[in-house]
């Protein structure tokens, strides 16, 4: 297999270092967790020889230039934690590389960790794409100071505006201010309420604030953790950040949608069928399990993620691309969904597998002894317009499932002459692993014969574009940065999101459903799927994944 990098392998194998790209093979193997090992591999090494093939130097500048009318400082609360490292810091590293940030911009980690600033560098270093010049690690790391604080000390954030003073000090004076909440939900408005006190940056320049989700646990949390915002910043300032509305495929919804007449008559009730939106992945909490229990798969995946994808396939065209106008419409769509009803769902909880190698929920020991929260989820939501009036939307959300995938599958009514019982057209936008669009269409199969088969017209990005796609986290800090909150959720969105789930949520939290088993590795409880195929057509056709 690894014969299959290039022509050069062998060069390429002693230049790399063997070690060195095993431990990468792994890496990646551990990050994608793809159910396939070899076809994984057989996609994956080429690409791996293109990424590994030769650092790259910094980009040129690519960043609007009003960027360059003052300093810009991006300041990191909560800069010492899981989510800072993980997702924050490699996505400001990947901006800054490709030249989508003023090479003088200043970033500033602040949380409660005693550290300096060279701590935090080598802290986060293990994190950050090893594909560029050592010289552009290093020019980024220069841009990198370190504040210590709480959040919730009027007295901190005035040290911590001294210290961003002073780092504008040497970049031309007062500029913007980023604020990256990587923090609990708990303490969003003590902090917000320090910023708002001591850290706004001064007029003409510009504050905004990125907070993290969860936005509350139901609708009246939700409601309240909005009004305390709104008192301390205006509704222009803060960006909410919901990590899929950053992904690439999910970005090209609307694109699609509205930039393509094929599908402006086909889009409704009169030839759609059903709609699916589906979130699996293989593993389980992984020692986690009592920080999940606290939300369960629906407060994690369904109201947020998967619903917002939801508004985006249904909403009504928007008057222009500007922010508001996406936002009107897809508050107007999430306005008219029903409640979720009892009958319409279908909750189960993972047990042990087969082999016994992969334990249940609730043998973790930080679950709650005899837990009832849901680690799989199946809701059907109806839409109450013209347009969809009489479609299903079936949105599922599994841990421990049988494989890893994100996908939307769009699936159209059946042509009943001449063909009769032939397989129906399906649209389907897999957003991970192996980001793709395909449409399912049935041809005469090629030569003396008049029988109809079932193929694709594939859009496979690996195959048709030679690009790296940016991590959803690039792509949303970039638009704050810019001022661009389309792909942020606005506070009535919010509200319309959780008003659909809440009373539902408020049924399984007193015990009024319970989590139906099911193995760790399977489909789900098998009645997810009886409800499920009655409204959608399972036919036998397999997309060959982008190959002949």
């Known amino acids: 297999?690894?014969?299959?990098?290039?022509?050069?392998?062998?060069?390429?194998?002693?230049?790399?270092g063997v070690h060195h790209l095993l431990n990468d093979i792994v890496s990646d193997l551990v990050k994608d967790k793809p159910g396939d090992v070899l076809a994984y591999l057989e996609d994956h090494l080429p690409k791996m020889k293109r990424r590994n093939q030769?650092?790259?130097?910094?980009?040129?500048?690519?960043?609007?230039?009003k960027l360059d009318e003052c300093a810009l400082t991006i300041v990191v609360l909560g800069a010492s934690g899981d989510l800072a490292r993980k997702k924050t810091f490699?996505?400001?590293f990947q901006l800054y590389a490709q030249g989508l940030l003023p090479k003088n911009v200043s970033i500033v980690g602040y949380a409660r960790s005693d550290m300096s600033s060279h701590d935090l560098c080598k802290k986060i270093e293990p994190t950050l794409a090893q594909t560029w010049e050592p010289s552009v690690m290093e020019s980024f790391f220069v841009q990198i100071s370190y504040c210590r604080g709480g959040y919730d000390s009027m007295d901190d954030f005035a040290n911590l505006d001294s210290h961003i003073k002073q780092v504008e000090s040497t970049r031309g004076g007062a500029g913007n201010r980023l604020f990256y909440l990587a923090l609990p939900p708990s303490v969003f408005l003590g902090a917000c309420s320090c910023i708002k006190g001591k850290t706004m940056a001064p007029e003409p320049a510009w504050t905004r604030v990125i907070v993290e989700k969860p936005f509350g646990r139901d609708t009246d949390s939700s409601r309240e953790l909005s009004k305390g915002l709104s008192a301390l910043l205006d509704e222009s300032q803060i960006f909410r950040i919901d990590h899929y509305l950053g992904k690439e495929m999910v970005q090209n919804l609307i694109t699609m949608r509205f930039s393509n007449k094929t599908f402006s008559h086909v889009w409704d009730k009169s030839c759609i069928s059903s709609v699916q939106v589906t979130f699996k992945e293989t593993i389980g909490t992984q020692g986690r399990g009592g920080y999940f229990d606290s939300s369960g798969i629906i407060r994690d995946v369904l109201q947020n993620h998967l619903l917002q994808i939801v508004a985006l396939i249904a909403m009504e065209k928007p008057k222009s691309l500007e922010a508001e106008h996406v936002r009107d419409e897809k508050v107007n769509v999430l306005s008219h969904i029903r409640e979720c009803q009892l009958e319409d769902?279908?909750?189960?909880?993972y047990t042990a597998s087969e082999d016994g190698s992969e334990p249940g929920y609730l043998d973790d020991p930080t679950v709650p002894k005899g837990s009832n929260t849901p680690t799989f989820a199946q809701t059907i939501l109806w839409v109450d317009n013209d347009r969809w009036d009489g479609v299903p939307f079936i949105l599922k959300a599994s841990k421990a499932a049988e494989r890893k995938e994100v996908t939307i599958r769009i699936q159209f009514k059946p042509e009943i002459r001449p063909f009769g019982n032939v397989t129906r057209n399906e649209l389907v936008v897999r957003l991970q692993p192996n980001e793709a669009m395909y449409l399912k269409v049935n041809a005469k199969e090629p030569g003396m014969t008049n029988q109809v088969h079932t193929t694709e017209l594939d859009l496979t990005y690996h195959t048709r574009?030679?690009?790296?796609?940016p991590d959803a986290y690039e792509s949303?800090?970039?638009?704050?940065?810019?001022?661009?909150?389309?792909?942020?959720?606005r506070s009535d969105e919010l509200d319309a999101a959780w008003k659909i789930y809440t009373p539902l949520l408020h049924r399984i939290d007193a015990g009024d459903i319970k989590s139906q088993p099911y193995q760790f590795g399977s489909r789900g409880p098998p009645e997810a799927d009886k409800i499920k195929y009655k409204y959608y057509v399972r036919g036998d056709y397999e997309w060959k994944n982008g190959k002949k």
């Open 1 to 16: 297999m690894l014969s299959e990098i290039d022509s050069n392998s062998e060069e390429y194998l002693r230049e790399k």
């Open 54 to 65: 030769g650092k790259k130097p910094v980009m040129e500048s690519r960043y609007p230039p």
């Open 90 to 92: 490699p996505a400001l």
């Open 345 to 349: 769902t279908v909750l189960g909880q």
């Open 465 to 469: 574009y030679d690009v790296t796609l």
């Open 476 to 489: 949303l800090i970039y638009e704050a940065v810019v001022g661009s909150a389309t792909n942020f959720v």
